[in-house]
């Protein structure tokens, strides 16, 4: 591998997906269809603990870096706080966000008013199970894939994954990590608009803009959270292909922090470690893709399973709650 390759390589292009629980998987399927426009991706169980569904939500496309994902557990409500990801945000256009906010509104949601935050416009609001959400506005960069079979008009619907927001006691010891470790570069820093004495910090990964931003907000006050129903499980940040991962494993070992070493989790290949205040984060690859085992046009419409699992179809199905 040439220098260039690898500094290529271990430059991250941006949020791969972000991992959240919800506790009432037919509801979350509704809203985030028939609400929020997505489409159902992959339809799998979690191969961790195949009694959970792991239902993927993303564009028309399946594009890596537009996927918010679930695990289905009985779990009681998220407390929230500190050590957490605390926002979800997606990007849609300008023009937009009105729409979103009279169509949230209508469907019996509250909002905020369109506001700016950290010079983007700005839509924030909760899913059903208190899953804090946010529409930003990208200023239409990079490729749109509309679902042709969404609610949403093509023009309004969302083109993806935008900033996460997480919460940390002490900046110092998170900062070394995305710094030294991730490559990322602090760019700017905003206030809290409900404490403007809380400040959070915007790293960026290698292209920038708003598909490639960790905001991380300073709350040293603020209490531990609890893993739970409407709380984030991980964030997962994106490596093109194989040989990306592979020096980012080692990377990772370098530094000496613990992980999970590489996982082929079918449709990506994955790396798992904790930073230093507890955030569980991913490095995933974007092949193969969810067309891995699926038709383009047909994705969503069964149970998937990965050919390790395929054995236990019947015993797999047997245990899931319809949908």
């Known amino acids: 591998m040439t220098d260039t390759t690898a500094a290529d390589a271990l430059a991250l292009q941006g949020i791969h997906h972000l991992t959240a629980i919800t506790a009432d998987a037919p509801g979350n399927l509704r809203f985030y269809t ?20 792991h239902l993927f939500y993303g564009d028309g496309a399946a594009t890596p870096g537009s996927d918010i994902t679930f695990f289905d557990w009985p779990a009681a409500p998220a407390r929230r706080g500190t050590h957490s990801v605390v926002r979800t945000a997606f990007r849609v256009t300008a023009d937009a966000l009105p729409f979103w906010r009279d169509r949230l509104r209508g469907k019996g949601l509250q909002t905020s008013d369109v506001l700016t935050l950290d010079g983007r416009a700005t839509l ?4 059903p199970e208190g899953q804090r959400l946010a529409l930003v506005d990208d200023g239409g960069t990079g490729a749109a894939h509309p679902w042709e079979k969404s609610p949403v008009p093509a023009e309004h619907q969302i083109r993806g994954l935008g900033p996460i927001t997480m919460s940390v006691p002490d900046l110092k010891p998170t900062a070394a990590v995305l710094m030294h470790v991730m490559n990322m570069e602090p760019v700017r ?9 809380r400040t959070v910090v915007v790293f960026r990964m290698g292209p920038g803009g708003a598909a490639a931003e960790l905001h991380v907000a300073v709350e040293p006050d603020a209490p531990v959270a609890r893993e739970g129903a409407g709380g984030v499980h991980h964030v997962a940040f994106r490596t093109p292909d194989y040989d990306g991962l592979r020096a980012w494993t080692e990377r990772v070992q370098s530094f000496r922090v613990p992980s999970s070493g590489e996982v082929e989790r079918y449709y990506f290949r994955s790396l798992y470690f904790r930073e230093p205040n507890g955030v569980l984060f991913e490095i995933a690859t ?5 067309a891995a085992d699926e038709p383009a046009d047909r994705l969503g419409e069964r149970l ?14 047997r245990n899931l709650k319809p949908l």
């Open 34 to 53: 028939d609400v929020l426009g997505l489409r159902l991706v992959k339809k799998t169980v979690n191969q961790d603990d195949t009694s959970a569904y």
């Open 124 to 127: 924030t609001f909760e899913d």
């Open 189 to 197: 820093d905003y206030a809290l608009p409900a404490d403007p004495s």
């Open 286 to 290: 974007d092949i193969p893709g969810f």
């Open 304 to 317: 998937a399973l990965p050919p390790f699992l395929e054995p236990r179809r019947d015993a797999i199905e």
